[in-house]
């Protein structure tokens, strides 16, 4: 089974810098996965690592480390419309998803 | 595009009533999942079904069946809901053949009550 760790809440302002760090543990591990979900709406994908590193893909950024069953989302360059639910996932060797509880990131002006 | 309709969108339900929660996806994905959503607890994954003709119990799927007729469609049935059944479904699906991201698209999903 997973065990998956992220911050409830965070707050920051429109422009600046926010890293949502996650942490798991995991009977397999294969591959890890950033969605964004805003209020209703359904979850969508964001970034997806499978080996160490950073992957960026514009503002959003994502690292991972598997020795350390680790992992961050840094979203840069803040913009109100990034208030959302950041939900880290961890597939294991069934190529099943585990879901964390989310975190949710409100932009202040 | 579609993509991957789900309907009702929202559903009142008396306790000890059955429904169907009905997914359909235009992509041709090999793969469908359905997940509950309830606060604080994340995405929680009921049934999985890897291809048309399969389905597979996912981590909470008591209370709860499914059935894959063919690849556009996965239905699930609770055959007699009940309170703790209140919850945001989320149907997904992945072309499911393995490697790479085979990132999952999501549904709106079905928001439900059980009364």
């Known amino acids: 089974g997973q065990n998956i760790d992220q911050p409830t809440e965070m707050t920051a302002t429109e422009g600046a810098i926010v890293q949502i760090n996650c942490t798991y543990q995991?009977?397999?591990?294969?591959?890890l996965f950033w969605y964004q979900q805003h209020a209703g709406e359904a979850p969508t994908f964001l970034s997806y690592?499978?080996?160490?590193g950073l992957e960026e893909k514009g503002r959003f950024s994502s690292f991972l480390s598997r020795s350390k069953g680790y992992s961050y989302l840094l979203l840069k360059e803040l913009q109100m419309k990034d208030s959302a639910s950041y939900l880290c996932?961890?597939?294991?060797?069934?190529?099943?998803?585990?879901f964390g509880a989310g975190t949710t990131v409100t932009v202040r002006a | 595009t579609a993509g991957i309709t789900q309907a009702p969108t929202s559903q009142i339900l008396a306790a000890g009533r059955s429904m169907t929660l009905r997914c359909t996806q235009d992509m041709r994905h090999n793969a469908m999942y359905w997940y509950r959503q309830d606060l604080g607890l994340g995405l929680r994954l009921i049934h999985y079904s890897n291809t048309a003709g399969t389905t597979g119990k996912g981590e909470v799927p008591d209370g709860y069946s499914v059935s894959r007729a063919n690849t556009d469609d996965f239905p699930l049935t609770l055959a007699s809901a009940v309170p703790s059944q209140t919850s945001v479904y989320f149907c997904?699906?992945?072309?499911?053949?393995?490697?790479?991201?085979?990132?999952?698209?999501f549904g709106p999903g079905t928001r439900l009550t059980v009364l």
């Open positions: 997904a699906s992945s072309e499911g053949q393995g490697g790479g991201a085979d990132t999952q698209y």
């Open positions: 995991t009977s397999g591990f294969n591959g």
């Open positions: 996932a961890v597939r294991d060797s069934d190529y099943k998803l585990s």
């Open positions: 690592n499978v080996l160490d």
